[in-house]
Protein backbone atom coordinates (compact mmCIF):
# COMPACT_ATOMS: atom_id res chain seq x y z
CA UNK A 1 0.00 0.00 0.00
CA UNK A 2 0.93 3.49 -0.53
CA UNK A 3 2.39 5.93 2.08
CA UNK A 4 1.64 8.68 0.37
CA UNK A 5 -0.19 11.15 2.63
CA UNK A 6 -3.02 13.65 1.26
CA UNK A 7 -2.45 15.85 3.61
CA UNK A 8 1.21 16.08 4.06
CA UNK A 9 1.14 19.36 1.84
CA UNK A 10 -2.10 21.13 3.21
CA UNK A 11 -2.03 23.33 6.58
CA UNK A 12 -2.71 21.59 9.39
CA UNK A 13 -6.13 21.77 11.04
CA UNK A 14 -7.68 20.52 14.31
CA UNK A 15 -9.02 16.91 14.47
CA UNK A 16 -12.18 16.45 15.89
CA UNK A 17 -14.41 12.51 15.19
CA UNK A 18 -16.20 11.05 11.99
CA UNK A 19 -17.54 7.36 12.51
CA UNK A 20 -20.18 5.44 10.15
CA UNK A 21 -22.30 2.33 10.65
CA UNK A 22 -21.26 1.44 7.26
CA UNK A 23 -17.38 1.24 7.71
CA UNK A 24 -14.57 0.80 10.83
CA UNK A 25 -11.72 3.43 10.09
CA UNK A 26 -9.11 1.03 8.75
CA UNK A 27 -11.67 -1.59 7.59
CA UNK A 28 -12.75 -3.00 3.98
CA UNK A 29 -15.30 -1.16 2.43
CA UNK A 30 -19.02 -3.08 2.05
CA UNK A 31 -20.00 -4.25 -1.16
CA UNK A 32 -23.01 -1.47 -0.89
CA UNK A 33 -19.32 1.13 -1.00
CA UNK A 34 -18.25 -0.68 -3.70
CA UNK A 35 -18.93 0.38 -7.42
CA UNK A 36 -21.83 -0.94 -9.42
CA UNK A 37 -18.89 -2.26 -11.84
CA UNK A 38 -18.01 -4.82 -9.30
CA UNK A 39 -19.53 -7.71 -8.46
CA UNK A 40 -22.38 -6.55 -5.52
CA UNK A 41 -21.24 -3.09 -5.87
CA UNK A 42 -23.75 -0.64 -5.22
CA UNK A 43 -22.37 2.22 -5.52
CA UNK A 44 -24.28 3.77 -2.03
CA UNK A 45 -22.42 6.44 -0.38
CA UNK A 46 -21.46 6.11 3.50
CA UNK A 47 -23.78 6.80 6.27
CA UNK A 48 -21.45 9.31 8.34
CA UNK A 49 -21.65 10.95 11.35
CA UNK A 50 -19.63 13.52 13.03
CA UNK A 51 -18.97 15.48 16.38
CA UNK A 52 -16.29 17.77 18.01
CA UNK A 53 -16.07 20.09 15.29
CA UNK A 54 -13.95 23.37 16.04
CA UNK A 55 -16.02 26.07 17.08
CA UNK A 56 -16.39 28.94 14.11
CA UNK A 57 -17.65 25.83 12.17
CA UNK A 58 -20.28 28.02 9.71
CA UNK A 59 -20.48 24.90 7.33
CA UNK A 60 -19.05 21.18 5.90
CA UNK A 61 -17.69 19.50 3.01
CA UNK A 62 -17.13 15.79 2.38
CA UNK A 63 -14.81 14.18 0.10
CA UNK A 64 -13.91 10.68 -1.09
CA UNK A 65 -10.59 10.38 -2.33
CA UNK A 66 -8.42 7.35 -3.23
CA UNK A 67 -5.13 8.48 -3.49
CA UNK A 68 -3.54 5.14 -4.69
CA UNK A 69 -5.30 4.90 -7.94
CA UNK A 70 -2.79 4.24 -10.88
CA UNK A 71 -3.70 8.21 -12.51
CA UNK A 72 -0.31 9.86 -11.42
CA UNK A 73 -2.95 12.30 -9.43
CA UNK A 74 -5.68 9.96 -7.11
CA UNK A 75 -9.31 9.54 -7.91
CA UNK A 76 -12.42 11.49 -5.94
CA UNK A 77 -15.49 9.62 -5.72
CA UNK A 78 -17.32 11.68 -3.74
CA UNK A 79 -17.47 15.56 -3.09
CA UNK A 80 -20.34 17.76 -1.38
CA UNK A 81 -20.28 21.31 -0.59
CA UNK A 82 -21.83 23.32 1.66
CA UNK A 83 -23.13 21.54 4.40
CA UNK A 84 -24.77 23.58 6.87
CA UNK A 85 -22.88 23.65 10.45
CA UNK A 86 -26.41 22.24 12.36
CA UNK A 87 -26.09 18.81 10.00
CA UNK A 88 -23.51 16.15 11.78
CA UNK A 89 -24.74 13.36 9.67
CA UNK A 90 -25.38 12.04 6.27
CA UNK A 91 -27.69 8.78 5.49
CA UNK A 92 -26.62 5.95 3.82
CA UNK A 93 -27.12 6.77 -0.02
CA UNK A 94 -27.31 10.28 0.47
CA UNK A 95 -24.71 10.49 -2.52
CA UNK A 96 -27.20 9.12 -5.00
CA UNK A 97 -27.90 10.70 -8.60
CA UNK A 98 -30.66 13.11 -6.96
CA UNK A 99 -28.85 14.15 -3.91
CA UNK A 100 -32.27 13.70 -2.09
CA UNK A 101 -30.30 12.79 0.73
CA UNK A 102 -28.61 15.85 1.52
CA UNK A 103 -29.66 18.33 3.26
CA UNK A 104 -30.88 21.85 2.01
CA UNK A 105 -28.36 23.78 0.37
CA UNK A 106 -25.56 21.22 -0.12
CA UNK A 107 -24.75 19.70 -3.15
CA UNK A 108 -22.80 17.20 -4.72
CA UNK A 109 -19.82 18.03 -7.00
CA UNK A 110 -18.68 16.12 -10.43
CA UNK A 111 -16.61 13.07 -9.34
CA UNK A 112 -13.50 11.42 -11.48
CA UNK A 113 -16.01 10.14 -13.44
CA UNK A 114 -17.71 13.53 -14.07
CA UNK A 115 -20.89 12.18 -12.30
CA UNK A 116 -22.26 14.52 -9.19
CA UNK A 117 -22.49 11.69 -7.09
CA UNK A 118 -20.73 8.93 -5.19
CA UNK A 119 -18.83 6.67 -7.34
CA UNK A 120 -17.91 3.68 -5.53
CA UNK A 121 -14.54 1.76 -5.20
CA UNK A 122 -13.43 -0.55 -7.63
CA UNK A 123 -9.80 -0.80 -7.55
CA UNK A 124 -7.93 -2.25 -10.72
CA UNK A 125 -7.26 -6.03 -10.09
CA UNK A 126 -3.97 -7.30 -9.03
CA UNK A 127 -2.83 -3.52 -8.27
CA UNK A 128 -3.28 -3.99 -4.87
CA UNK A 129 -5.48 -2.70 -1.53
CA UNK A 130 -6.13 1.14 -2.42
CA UNK A 131 -7.00 3.53 0.79
CA UNK A 132 -10.22 5.74 0.58
CA UNK A 133 -9.81 8.39 2.53
CA UNK A 134 -13.24 10.07 3.89
CA UNK A 135 -12.84 13.31 5.14
CA UNK A 136 -15.43 16.19 6.52
CA UNK A 137 -13.83 19.32 6.46
CA UNK A 138 -15.16 21.98 9.35
CA UNK A 139 -15.34 25.68 7.21
CA UNK A 140 -15.33 29.00 8.75
CA UNK A 141 -17.50 29.82 5.70
CA UNK A 142 -21.54 29.37 5.28
CA UNK A 143 -20.52 28.77 1.58
CA UNK A 144 -17.36 28.06 0.02
CA UNK A 145 -18.70 29.23 -2.88
CA UNK A 146 -17.16 27.31 -6.24
CA UNK A 147 -19.78 26.69 -8.98
CA UNK A 148 -21.43 23.11 -8.73
CA UNK A 149 -19.77 21.79 -12.02
CA UNK A 150 -16.02 22.36 -10.01
CA UNK A 151 -13.77 19.79 -9.78
CA UNK A 152 -13.19 18.48 -6.41
CA UNK A 153 -9.54 19.19 -6.42
CA UNK A 154 -10.33 23.00 -7.48
CA UNK A 155 -12.83 22.36 -4.28
CA UNK A 156 -9.95 21.12 -2.02
CA UNK A 157 -7.53 24.20 -3.31
CA UNK A 158 -10.57 26.79 -2.65
CA UNK A 159 -11.17 25.39 1.09
CA UNK A 160 -7.89 25.67 2.10
CA UNK A 161 -7.81 29.00 3.53
CA UNK A 162 -11.28 28.43 5.41
CA UNK A 163 -10.67 24.46 6.73
CA UNK A 164 -10.95 24.57 10.58
CA UNK A 165 -10.66 21.05 11.18
CA UNK A 166 -10.54 17.58 9.61
CA UNK A 167 -12.37 14.25 10.48
CA UNK A 168 -10.68 11.65 8.80
CA UNK A 169 -12.19 7.77 8.39
CA UNK A 170 -10.06 5.42 5.98
CA UNK A 171 -11.59 2.78 4.32
CA UNK A 172 -9.86 0.11 2.31
CA UNK A 173 -10.56 -2.05 -0.72
CA UNK A 174 -8.83 -4.60 -3.17
CA UNK A 175 -9.52 -6.10 -5.97
CA UNK A 176 -7.80 -9.47 -6.52
CA UNK A 177 -9.96 -10.78 -9.06
Not at 19 to 45: I, R
Not at 63 to 92: F, K, N, Q
Request: aromatic fraction near 8%.
Amino acid sequence: MSTNDPFARLPEAASFAVTSTDVADGAAWSPEQMSAGVPGGKDASPQLSWSGAPEGTKSYAVTVYDPDAPTGSGLWHWAVADIPATVTELPAGAGDETGSGLPEGAFQLPNDARAARYMGAAPPAGHGPHRYFVVVHALDVESIDVPADTTPALLGFTMTGHILGRAVLTATAENVA
